[in-house]
C-alpha cells in the first residue's frame, strides 16, 4: 500500500507563490510517474502537472510558464512550485503516483485558495 500526503497550501494573493510538497511512503518498489491535479468547485478533477521518472516533464497549457514540477527520488517526494498565481488556479490540489504496473494513488488534496 502506498500513501502521499500534500502540504502546502493556503490562501495566496493573486500574483504570489507557493511550493506545495508530496510525501510518498509505503510499498514503492517503482515509479513510473508522479505528478499534480486539481480540482476546483463545481469542475471535474484536471491534470496539471507530472514528471515521468528519469523522463520528461508535462504540463497543462494553463500552468506552462508558472508552474514547475520536480522530484526528489531519494525521499520518494514531489513538489509543485506555483508562481504568479491567479484567482483561477483556485482549487484542491491533489498529487498522484502511477507505478510501472499501473497502479495509480493519490492523496487526500490541499488546499490553494488564490483571493485578494
Known amino acids: 500500500q502506498v500513501q502521499l500526503v500534500e502540504s502546502g497550501g493556503g490562501l495566496v494573493q493573486p500574483g504570489g507563490s507557493l511550493r506545495l510538497s508530496c510525501a510518498a511512503s509505503?510499498?514503492?518498489?517503482?515509479?513510473?510517474?508522479m505528478g499534480w491535479y486539481r480540482q476546483a468547485p463545481g469542475k471535474q478533477r484536471e491534470w496539471v502537472a507530472h514528471m515521468v521518472t528519469g523522463a520528461y516533464t508535462n504540463y497543462a497549457d494553463s500552468v506552462k510558464g508558472r508552474f514547475t514540477i520536480s522530484r526528489d527520488n531519494a525521499k520518494d517526494m514531489v513538489y509543485l512550485q506555483m508562481n504568479s498565481l491567479k484567482p483561477e488556479d483556485t482549487a484542491v490540489y491533489y498529487c498522484?503516483?502511477?507505478?510501472?504496473?499501473?497502479?495509480?494513488?493519490w492523496g487526500q488534496g490541499t488546499q490553494v485558495t488564490v483571493s485578494s
Open positions: 498522484n503516483l502511477v507505478t510501472r504496473t499501473a497502479d495509480s494513488y
Open positions: 509505503g510499498s514503492i518498489f517503482s515509479i513510473y510517474r
